[in-house]
């Protein structure tokens, strides 16, 4: 991230990221907190509730999976009942998927992604939290991936406020998938990086 500011000649800058782009802007926040003029958290901070985790971890056993054509992909996207289908999501996974023997799957690597949750069950994200001093903006997904399955939970929301004393905190009503592109996300955070 910072070779890509340097590459820019950014000296100071704003990061948004939403889930693990999130856990990206804590680890920027602590290696370059003079370059960091401001910084979005949507929908991560913290420790998922262990209840969040089995859709999470279903939608990373998708990736790889071959399907037998995209309607039947998408299809079992919406079967789920987790991604707020609508034209956004249907385009991104549209996007996403590649032809592949037998149908089409997601370009998006598995691997990766449990990589990137390896990375967080391995590190102490709470113990980044003391070194965000810029001011920041938590946007916390205020519907739940499943019953009780908060990304965000209200105790690590809290905590995380008391920690960062310039960091602040808003709710949407939509879940991790859809509080990354609800209108009221995208005010809030124009607002915050006025």
């Known amino acids: 991230m910072l070779a890509v500011a340097d590459a820019l000649g950014a000296q100071r800058f704003d990061f948004v990221g939403h889930s693990m782009g999130a856990f990206i802007g804590l680890v920027l926040a602590n290696l370059a907190p003079t370059r960091l003029r401001r910084l979005v958290l949507i929908d991560a901070v913290g420790v998922p509730d262990p209840r969040a985790m089995p859709p999470i971890l279903a939608a990373a056993r998708r990736l790889g999976t071959v399907h037998r054509s995209v309607d039947d992909f998408l299809s079992a996207v919406r079967t789920t009942g987790i991604v707020p289908m609508g034209p956004f999501w249907e385009a991104h996974y549209r996007e996403d998927l590649v032809e592949a023997p037998g149908g089409v799957q997601q370009r998006a690597s598995r691997a990766a992604v449990l990589e990137d949750v390896t990375w967080a069950a391995m590190t102490d994200v709470r113990g980044l939290w003391p070194g965000v001093g810029t001011p920041a903006l938590l946007v916390r997904a205020g519907q739940p991936l499943c019953p009780g399955g908060d990304i965000v939970t209200a105790s690590d929301r809290d905590a995380f406020l ?32 006025r």
Request: aromatic fraction near 6%; charged fraction near 20%.
């Open 162 to 193: 008391q920690t960062a004393p310039r960091a602040r905190a808003v709710e949407i009503d939509a879940n991790h998938y859809g509080v990354m592109n609800h209108p009221r996300t995208a005010a809030v955070v124009e607002e915050f990086l």
